[in-house]
C-alpha cells in the first residue's frame, strides 16, 4: 500500500478531474499532483473504475446509482470516507450521514439467486404529513453477496430532514418477478443527534 498524502486532492475534485468538468488551470494542478503522489494516484483509480456510477452521481448530484461490495471497499481503502448500512428484508436500520462521510452506502440483502431488480423508496417526512417517493429500475444484484449495493453522495443525504423511509423491491427472477423487503431505514440528520446516539448511527 502507498504512503498516505498528506494533502489529498479533494474526492470531488478527483472526480471533476476524471470527467473532464475542471479548467484547463484546475486540471493541471491535479495532473501535477497525482503524477508524483502514488497515494493519490491509486484514488483516481478507484474513481476511474467507478466509471458510469460516479459520472451520474456528479452529474445528477440527487441520485443513487448501484456498485459491487469489491468497489465499495477499493473505494475505502484509498482514503475514501464510506459510511454503509446493511439491511435483510423486515429489518429496521437507524442512519445517518456524518459531516467527513464523502459516499454513503446501502446495501439490500436476501437476494441469492437474483439478478436485478427494481427499487421503490417512501419516505414519510417526520412530523408533517409530506412524503417523498422515488423509484429506480433495473439495478444489477452484486452476485458475489446477494446484495443491492447503492451509493449516493453523503452531501444528498446530509439534506434530507428527519425521514422512516421503506424500501420494496421487485426482483427479476428466473420464475417471474417476487417481492423483497420491505427494508426500514430510520434517518435523522447527524447535527440533531447527540453523542450517543451518533455513535448508535455510525454505519462505518
Same mark, same amino acid.
Given at each position: 500500500?502507498?504512503?498516505?498524502?498528506?494533502?489529498?486532492v479533494?474526492?470531488g475534485?478527483l472526480v471533476?478531474?476524471h470527467?473532464?468538468?475542471?479548467?484547463?488551470?484546475?486540471?493541471e494542478q491535479?495532473?501535477?499532483?497525482?503524477?508524483?503522489?502514488?497515494s493519490c494516484?491509486?484514488?483516481?483509480?478507484?474513481?476511474?473504475r467507478?466509471?458510469?456510477?460516479?459520472?451520474t452521481l456528479?452529474?445528477?448530484?440527487r441520485v443513487?446509482?448501484g456498485?459491487t461490495?469489491?468497489?465499495?471497499?477499493?473505494?475505502?481503502a484509498?482514503?475514501?470516507?464510506?459510511?454503509?448500512?446493511? &439491511? #435483510?428484508?423486515?429489518e429496521?436500520?437507524q442512519?445517518?450521514?456524518? %459531516?467527513d *462521510? @464523502?459516499?454513503?452506502?446501502?446495501r439490500?440483502?436476501?437476494?441469492?439467486?437474483?439478478t436485478s431488480v427494481?427499487?421503490?423508496?417512501r419516505g414519510?417526512?417526520v412530523? &408533517? #404529513?409530506?412524503a417523498?417517493?422515488?423509484?429506480?429500475q433495473?439495478? %444489477?444484484? *452484486? @452476485?458475489?453477496?446477494?446484495d443491492?449495493?447503492?451509493?449516493?453522495?453523503a452531501?444528498?443525504n446530509?439534506?434530507?430532514?428527519?425521514?422512516?423511509?421503506?424500501?420494496q423491491l421487485t426482483?427479476?427472477a428466473?420464475?417471474?418477478?417476487?417481492?423483497?423487503g420491505?427494508?426500514?431505514?430510520?434517518?435523522?440528520?447527524w447535527?440533531l443527534?447527540?453523542?450517543?446516539?451518533r455513535?448508535?448511527?455510525?454505519?462505518?
Amino acid at each position: 500500500m502507498s504512503q498516505a498524502c498528506e494533502a489529498p486532492v479533494p474526492f470531488g475534485r478527483l472526480v471533476a478531474y476524471h470527467l473532464g468538468e475542471l479548467r484547463e488551470d484546475e486540471a493541471e494542478q491535479v495532473e501535477a499532483h497525482y503524477f508524483t503522489c502514488a497515494s493519490c494516484s491509486q484514488r483516481l483509480e478507484v474513481v476511474s473504475r467507478l466509471e458510469e456510477g460516479v459520472r451520474t452521481l456528479v452529474r445528477g448530484g440527487r441520485v443513487m446509482v448501484g456498485t459491487t461490495v469489491a468497489m465499495v471497499a477499493r473505494a475505502r481503502a484509498q482514503g475514501i470516507v464510506v459510511r454503509e448500512y446493511r &439491511t #435483510d428484508p423486515g429489518e429496521h436500520v437507524q442512519c445517518t450521514a456524518g %459531516p467527513d *462521510d @464523502q459516499l454513503l452506502v446501502t446495501r439490500y440483502g436476501g437476494l441469492h439467486g437474483i439478478t436485478s431488480v427494481d427499487v421503490h423508496f417512501r419516505g414519510a417526512i417526520v412530523g &408533517t #404529513d409530506r412524503a417523498v417517493e422515488m423509484r429506480m429500475q433495473d439495478l %444489477p444484484v *452484486d @452476485q458475489t453477496t446477494g446484495d443491492l449495493v447503492l451509493i449516493a453522495p453523503a452531501e444528498l443525504n446530509r439534506s434530507f430532514p428527519p425521514l422512516e423511509i421503506e424500501v420494496q423491491l421487485t426482483a427479476h427472477a428466473p420464475g417471474g418477478p417476487r417481492q423483497a423487503g420491505p427494508y426500514h431505514y430510520h434517518h435523522r440528520p447527524w447535527a440533531l443527534l447527540d453523542e450517543g446516539e451518533r455513535g448508535r448511527r455510525a454505519g462505518r
